[in-house]
């Protein structure tokens, strides 16, 4: 079946520490997104990408990176610099770009990042 | 900017009562319209959808949403609620005009709690 797989499911960081979170899909999807979610807080983007080799940056970028050298994979770093990472990671797809926009995002399952 | 409103963080019903969550938008075009649900340490899935067809959309297990523009108004409902409908809901809306990346704007949520 096709779908989103994030990994790992629970991730714990030390202080000082960069962790990467994974985002692969087989759904042939040209836009992945990442969004971080707060208790109370809804979804809040933190950086999406159209197309290969191109991302940009959301509503809350800092203390982050991403890259997105093949198409099905989206990867997201949370580097040291992020205060406060603990949060539900969220990575998304959505079939094509332009004119498509009425086509859904399809979710992953979240990775719930801890700090030690 | 888009914004979404949803009225109401927690929302208690009695099985088989009627489910009511409210959605209100702002945007100044017609927007695209998403409900999502998400059960505890899962992703968002997907229930319906308005893309400017028909004003009232069903989706999956039984639930509907009213698209009404002079209200700004995306309201989600279920005539009978089941106990597995508790869970976390999304309103989301995507402004068709801004293009780039089809971009996402959340709701808080609204949590769900079904009583025997």
């Known amino acids: 079946d096709g779908g989103i797989t994030q990994s790992p499911k629970y991730l714990f960081r030390k202080e000082g520490q960069n962790v990467t979170l994974s985002c692969e899909q087989n759904?042939?999807?040209?836009?992945m997104y990442w969004y971080r979610q707060d208790p109370g807080q809804g979804l809040r983007l933190i950086y999406y990408s159209q197309i290969v080799n191109d991302f940009q940056k959301g509503d809350i970028a800092e203390g982050y990176s991403v890259s997105r050298e093949k198409k099905e994979s989206f990867p997201l770093t949370v580097t040291s610099a992020q205060k406060n990472p603990t949060a539900f990671y969220l990575c998304?797809?959505?079939?094509?770009?332009?004119?498509?926009?009425?086509?859904?995002?399809?979710f992953g399952d979240g990775t719930r990042l801890s700090i030690l | 900017a888009q914004s979404v409103t949803q009225l109401g963080s927690h929302v208690s019903v009695s099985e088989g009562a009627l489910v009511l969550l409210r959605c209100n938008y702002s945007s100044s075009v017609p927007p695209y319209l998403f409900w999502y649900v998400q059960y505890p340490n899962q992703g968002l899935q997907l229930l319906l959808k308005?893309?400017?067809?028909?004003?009232l959309v069903k989706g999956i297990n039984g639930f509907e949403a009213e698209f009404k523009k002079s209200e700004t108004s995306f309201h989600l409902t279920k005539p009978s609620a089941h106990m597995s409908d508790a869970a976390e809901y999304f309103c989301a809306v995507s402004d068709p005009l801004t293009g780039g990346g089809n971009k996402l704007t959340f709701g808080t949520g609204t949590q769900l709690k079904v009583e025997l």
């Open positions: 998304a797809s959505r079939a094509g770009t332009g004119g498509k926009e009425s086509q859904p995002q399809h």
């Open positions: 308005y893309t400017s067809a028909a004003t």
């Open positions: 759904l042939n999807h040209d836009a």
